[in-house]
């Protein structure tokens, strides 16, 4: 029986690159390069089975070696022969310190799921306003109730729409929005306190309105079953929460 590493076990060792992987894609984004102009490369963020998370690129000039994988985020594959490196300081879309990146050599195939988890590591609303620095250098996963909305298509950057959330309201029916890999920044006012808002971070960030999943159904319920009279005093941290999405219009 061939034996697989887990992403838990990756080492920075230069001469070591005969990793074997089996992992889930959970998700998939771009960059562009503006310096070398070329097309963009892209960069997998992957998860074991265990749930560790990890981001592998995959250059340029590679990229006709690999086509077609970049359309195949939630898939599961095993990988074979990559290099570790150690990861970037900053914002990163995975909680490790190290990375992989695909040479000419790396071989991933398509294989059947191990299991059908989708890696949420949801974090309630309530507690985005308490997160350190550091737990801002990663995207979270979150879902909310949407109360308001507004449209903002002549602001000077771009267009820009923007959500406000919440995690509890008395009432039935209202839209759940789920929120996958968001950057939590710190927006600091003429005045008042500082407001934390979740916004996209290039093509990293993904949101869907009421997906089937077991955990909103249970955030659906706890929604349903929430007492209205206890909204004064959650509304008036919650209301700092804004969700903000950049349109690419």
């Known amino acids: 029986m061939e034996h697989y590493n887990t992403l838990g076990e990756v080492v920075y060792n230069e001469k070591v690159k005969h990793w074997r992987f089996k992992v889930k894609i959970i998700r998939i984004y771009s960059f562009n390069s503006y310096v070398t102009g070329n097309r963009p490369h892209y960069v997998y963020v992957l998860a074991d089975k265990h749930g560790t998370k990890m981001e592998m690129t995959i250059y340029d000039i590679y990229g006709d070696r690999f086509r077609g994988l970049e ?119 003429y005045s008042g306190p500082t407001e934390e808002w979740l916004k996209t971070e290039g093509d990293l960030s993904d949101f869907r309105f009421n997906p089937r999943l077991p955990d909103v159904e249970e955030f659906r319920q706890s929604v349903n079953n929430s007492d209205p009279t206890g909204l004064s005093g959650l509304c008036k941290v919650l209301s700092n929460v804004l969700v903000f999405l950049k349109l690419g219009l």
């Open 71 to 189: 359309k195949q985020e939630g898939k599961w594959v095993e990988i074979f022969i990559v290099e570790v490196g150690r990861a970037h300081s900053g914002f990163k879309a995975a909680k490790s310190k190290f990375t992989l990146t695909a040479t000419g050599d790396t071989q991933i195939h398509i294989i059947d799921p191990l299991n059908d988890q989708l890696y949420f590591e949801f974090k309630g609303i309530h507690e985005i306003p308490h997160m350190s620095y550091k737990e801002k250098t990663f995207p979270i996963d979150t879902m909310g109730l949407v109360f308001k909305t507004e449209a903002h298509f002549d602001d000077p950057e771009g267009p820009k729409m923007v959500f406000y959330i919440r995690d509890n309201m008395g009432g039935r029916g209202q839209v759940i929005v789920v929120l996958k890999m968001w950057r939590v920044r710190d927006y600091f006012p």
